[in-house]
T-cell receptor
Framework: DAKTTQPNSMESNEEEPVHLPCNHSTISGTDYIHWYRQLPSQGPEYVIHGLTSNVNNRMASLAIAEDRKSSTLILHRATLRDAAVYYCNARGGSQGNLIFGKGTKLSVKP | GAGVSQSPRYKVAKRGQDVALRCDPISGHVSLFWYQQALGQGPEFLTYFQNEAQLDKSGLPSDRFFAERPEGSVSTLKIQRTQQEDSAVYLC?????????????????FGPGTRLTVL
């Protein structure tokens, strides 16, 4: 499993796009990149995952660098409900568990 | 549909007491995980089940921690002789299955957690 590095915190204004970066320079070719987020007093929830190609879903987009050593989670229009801690995981191998760092605490200002 | 549920949501124990935390995974989910989350930290892996088999317990911090999933559905995390450092939120997650060859990409669905406070 690759170690991931994320900024401790970020701020955004409501209805503006947010780009949350993650570095995973030791990622192997078969590691998937997962993003989860945790709202206050809740368990983490899945946001998106990808391997090589950029991915889009109803919640967000995931942009993966060509060398796969970094990725960016994109929230196209931040809302107050997007205020949470966002965790990036780069995981593969035979173990199923996720490895969480401290994540990035996103604050959204109205 | 029903998600992962955990009970109790809050538990206060006196130091030295035994506690049992319950997790009801999503029906049909094969894999079940337990994580421990200290205040201000990300969740840390404790143990993993595939059906009733405990395949990985490398994250359990001491032999006071024990987990079981006897029928491959509901799981219980038991902590014996609780200590103050055991105070944390205990999260359970389930996922549909493990892919062939051990490569896992399945989404994990988390419960709300049990907040344990040891006095």
């Amino acid at each position: 499993d690759a170690k991931t590095t994320q900024p401790n915190s970020m701020e955004s204004n409501e209805e503006e796009p947010v780009h949350l970066p993650c570095n995973h320079s030791t990622i192997s070719g078969t590691d998937y990149i997962h993003w989860y987020r945790q709202l206050p007093s809740q368990g983490p929830e899945y946001v998106i995952h990808g391997l090589t190609s950029n991915v889009n879903n109803r919640m967000a987009s995931l942009a993966i660098a060509e060398d796969r050593k970094s990725s960016t989670l994109i929230l196209h229009r931040a809302t107050l409900r997007d205020a949470a801690v966002y965790y990036c995981n780069a995981r593969g191998g035979s173990q199923g568990n996720l490895i969480f760092g401290k994540g990035t605490k996103l604050s959204v200002k109205p | 549909g029903a998600g992962v549920s955990q009970s109790p949501r809050y538990k206060v124990a006196k130091r030295g007491q035994d506690v049992a935390l319950r997790c009801d995974p999503i029906s049909g989910h094969v894999s079940l995980f337990w994580y421990q989350q200290a205040l201000g930290q990300g969740p840390e892996f404790l143990t993993y089940f595939q059906n009733e088999a405990q395949l990985d317990k490398s994250g359990l911090p001491s032999d006071r921690f024990f987990a079981e999933r006897p029928e491959g559905s509901v799981s219980t995390l038991k902590i014996q002789r609780t200590q103050q450092e055991d105070s944390a939120v205990y999260l359970c997650a389930s996922s549909l299955d493990r892919l062939a060859g051990g490569r896992v990409t399945d989404t994990q669905y988390f419960g709300p957690g049990t907040r344990l406070t040891v006095l």
